[in-house]
């Protein structure tokens, strides 16, 4: 296969579009996504239908001013009419459900009715951004397609009203009640919102259609939740996330010789799922890995504790007490886990093995004394505040144990003045002993 | 007139209307109207699927594949909201929108390879195709309907409880996941048969309309389920009829419209829950509320020259409240026409006995409540709306029996011969 220049443009210029596009949504979709507003977002993206049969009736155009300018106007009613059906006892979903449904219903009439090659249902889904680079204008010495006129200019309008109404959207989206009080319509910056979410798909849909304007509008914003809990960073990630999925899905669509709308959506969510799986903070796998290491750190804890409460009954540090094997692994809870806490304690320099026996080194012992303090502290702490029984002491302080830091240590030490025995009149180890040295 | 053809895709679209109506109605109530949406979106890859591993148009076969998806898609969105921050609503519009994008790349492909004539088969499922409906076609969706209603008889009561309250039913040990579980597999079932002849796009309309309509009529759920099906039913009647008569009007479209329509109907014009209905009832409660201010007003002005009924100018009555002069002329009017008032002249009017009997009830719960709040101000949040109603129809009996007896003792009860007839409150 041999790239010709023309090629070439028509890469150039059919990513263009869809990133500027994908840029417009994304950036709108953060707001929708933050005030939990996806699906309104997904509503209004199929009920500005009939208002593009009207006016390509009219001008035999879809992308135009005053087209911007009534969908602008059917987003704000769809909003309206939602609503008002929900105040007429229609739960909310519902509401939504019927009115866009009913709208999209009239468009596809509508298109089906007027029977044309450029507006057919076909394009309603697919979009037409294959076509974008066929035809072309001169602007500025260069040959432009119009859609990237139009989708910049709407980037451009995007980005001014994100940037004038910065205070009083962010105020809105998270905390309208606040935002009422400061004297901020929340309602108006809702229609308002709602009016450039319409506008921007009704722009966007000539690209990639109906439906498939609601992947742009809330996947990429999505994923930049997943990434980052800063509004204008998360504004950025999606942009970025947009540029990925315009440029990735034109590659796959000319591999697979196929939709490029459809594939810059399945590209949006396979970035998404990226993001689902390894986002450092709120990614699948490094919830998995926290909850792994905890529970490897708890049960290693546990084993180590066990050990040295062996070592004290054998008559101290010096008396070389230690477990067995078995033993440790039902301190730990048994299993696979057990094993991995074994091993990861001993690679950590806190367990040795004599013969059959699991020993403490120094530092782990001083790790397990510390964690016992905590356990005897916490004991006392409960027998004096809570009351509760001599028997029941035991349980809540083994889950404690584990959370219970220096710092609470010695606030539990000073509250309780220092004490030497728990309140089963075992010693509570001190700090760190002297003789340690 | 009527073809055997016609009456197949008669039977068929509202058999299937019917059984939209039975499971959106649970769907609906469980307040998970949009995800039959995003099911529907999803079940496209799942056709697409079918058809490029067969290579041929194969009804069940496709079917198969979109049920497939179609939960593959519901399960996703449950994932993805248990194991992500992202709320519901954004997960329903990932998934839709995205399964949706994959399954017009496979559309793409398979338009590719095939010649035009299969290619149509698969257009025909974004927007459904009724005509081509065949015996076999009737056949499943009979067959699935039976199966949603048998399941739905079966679990009556297990839904009922999952749709109304399904964190109680948690609490009482039901297996609400299950349920749930059950009831998304029935609306899967559903959405999956509605494809042929609604369509992807649009064969959650026919989920969510007949429920939201049937809301309006009953407050039962046994009767919301008759209504919901018999409103499917019609929809699917009356959609078909059109769509087939009507050049290039696609079914699931004009079937959507029908719904909406009646939904909007129902919205409007049902009894008691209805728009209008709780617009006449709003207002006659209102008047109701007017009227009893005003002869409350009336009875207090009255009340030191009594029983002598002395004229009372009609500028006193406007200083005792917040009216304007043109709502007291319609108070006075529609009093006069009730024969609770008498006009003496232009300025001023008296009420007549029977006005005065009523202006006299109406203080004395007046007067009771303020005694009531008086002592007892810690309660106000307690009794809202308070002066409508009678006291004793809210307040504990002994506290009703201290209430009196404190505005006995503060003379204020309204005079006794005006009061004995009418209720047993002076005694």
């Known amino acids: 296969m041999s790239l010709t220049t023309s090629d070439f443009l028509a890469a150039w210029w059919t990513i263009a579009v869809g990133t500027l596009s994908n840029a417009s949504c994304a950036i709108l979709g953060c707001y929708l996504l933050l005030r939990r507003m996806s699906l309104l977002g997904d509503a209004i993206s199929h009920a500005i239908l009939p208002g593009i049969a009207i006016a390509f009736l009219l001008t035999g155009k879809i992308a135009s001013f005053p087209i911007f300018l009534g969908a602008m106007g059917i987003g704000v009613l769809t909003a309206f009419l939602t609503q008002l059906i929900h105040r007429g006892g229609v739960t909310e979903d519902a509401s939504l459900g019927v009115v866009f449904t009913s709208l999209f219903a009239i468009g596809v009439i509508m298109v089906s009715a007027i029977h044309s090659v450029d507006l057919d249902p076909g394009c309603v889904l697919y979009g037409l951004i294959d076509a974008v680079p066929l035809t072309t204008q001169p602007f500025l010495g260069f040959e432009v397609p119009p859609a990237v006129g139009t989708m910049g200019s709407v980037l451009i309008v995007v980005l001014l009203f994100v940037n004038i109404f910065w205070k009083e959207l962010k105020l809105v989206s998270f905390d309208p009640d606040l935002a009422t009080s400061m004297g901020i319509s929340a309602t108006l910056v809702h229609y308002l919102l709602m009016a450039m979410v319409a506008g921007v798909t009704v722009t966007s849909f000539e690209a990639v259609g109906a439906i498939l304007v609601v992947a742009m509008l809330i996947v990429p914003a999505a994923t930049a939740h997943l990434l980052t809990d800063r509004l204008w960073s998360m504004m950025l990630v999606a942009v970025g996330v947009g540029f990925l999925s315009s440029l990735f899905g034109y590659i796959g669509a000319l591999l697979l010789d196929t939709s490029v709308a459809g594939m810059m959506s399945v590209v949006a969510g396979l970035l998404f799922l990226l993001a689902v799986f390894f986002s450092p903070r709120y990614g699948v796998v490094s919830k998995v890995w926290h909850n792994l290491a905890l529970t490897l750190r708890i049960s290693g804890e546990d084993i180590i504790a066990t050990i040295y409460r062996a070592e004290e009954r054998a008559g101290g540090k010096t008396s070389g007490a230690g477990i067995g094997l078995g033993e440790s692994l039902r301190a730990a809870g048994g299993g696979i886990v057990g094993w991995l806490a074994v091993a990861g304690f001993w690679w950590q320099g806190l367990l040795d093995c004599r013969g059959s026996l699991l020993i403490l080194t120094p530092d782990g012992r001083r790790r397990a004394r510390s964690l016992v303090r905590s356990h005897r502290l916490w004991e006392l702490f409960l027998e004096e505040n809570v009351e509760l029984p001599l028997d029941h002491l035991h349980d809540p302080a083994e889950r404690v144990e584990h959370f219970i830091d220096r710092h609470l240590q010695e606030e539990l030490n000073d509250v309780l003045e220092s004490p030497r025995k728990d309140p089963h009149g075992r010693p509570i180890p001190p700090l760190d002993s002297m003789d340690e040295a | ?427």
């Open chain 2, 1 to 427: 007139m009527i073809t055997y053809n016609t009456l197949i895709v008669l039977l068929g679209t509202s058999l299937l209307g019917a059984n939209c109506g039975l499971v959106g109605s649970f769907a609906l109530l469980r307040r998970r109207a949009l995800i039959g949406d995003t099911l529907a979106h999803a079940t496209l890859p799942g056709l697409c699927l079918a058809f490029l591993l067969l290579g041929y148009r194969s009804l069940p076969a496709m079917l198969v594949g979109a049920f497939v998806t179609g939960v593959m898609g519901i399960v996703t969105v449950a994932l993805l909201r248990h194991w992500t921050r992202i709320k519901e609503d954004a997960c329903l519009g990932i998934v839709l929108s995205v399964f949706f994008g994959w399954g017009i790349v496979l559309i793409k492909l398979i338009q590719n390879e095939t010649t035009s004539g299969s290619k149509a088969g698969l257009d025909s499922y974004i927007f459904g195709k009724t005509a081509g409906m065949i015996a076999q076609d009737v056949m499943i969706i009979g067959g699935v309907s039976l199966f949603c209603l048998l399941v739905v008889m079966l679990l009556f009561k297990e839904f009922k409880l999952v749709a109304f309250d399904a964190s109680f039913a948690r609490a009482q040990g039901w297996p609400a996941v299950l349920l749930d579980l059950a009831l998304m597999g029935l609306v899967a079932l559903t959405v999956v048969i509605g494809l042929p002849a609604v369509g992807v796009v649009l064969i959650a309309a026919l989920l969510i309309m007949p429920g939201a309509a049937a809301r309006f009529w009953t407050e039962r759920l046994e009767s919301m389920l008759l209504v919901s099906a018999f409103v499917g039913f019609v929809v699917g009647l009356v959609g078909t009829s059109i769509s087939a008569r009507v050049d290039n009007a696609p079914a699931g479209p004009v079937l959507v419209l029908v719904g909406s329509s009646i939904f909007m109907l129902s919205m409007f014009f049902a009894p008691r829950r209805g728009l209008v209905a709780r617009l006449v009832a709003d207002r006659r409660s209102r008047l109701r509320l007017e009227n009893r201010r005003f002869l409350e007003v009336l009875f207090d002005l009255m009340e030191p020259a009594l029983p002598e009924r002395q004229p009372i100018a009609l500028a006193d009555v406007l200083d005792h409240r917040g009216w304007s002069s043109r709502d007291l002329g319609r108070l006075v009017d529609r009093a006069e026409k009730h024969g609770w008032v008498d006009r003496v002249d232009r300025e001023k009017l008296r009420a007549t006995e029977k006005g005065l009997r009523k202006g006299a009830r109406y203080a004395l719960s007046h007067r009771l409540w303020l005694t009531f709040l008086d002592e007892h101000p810690d309660q106000i949040a307690a009794y809202a709306n308070l002066s409508s109603t009678d006291p004793a129809e809210l307040l504990p009996a002994d506290l009703m029996e201290s209430v009196r007896g404190k505005l006995l003792a503060s003379g204020r009860w309204p005079s006794a011969d005006l009061l004995e007839t009418s209720e047993e409150l002076s005694r």
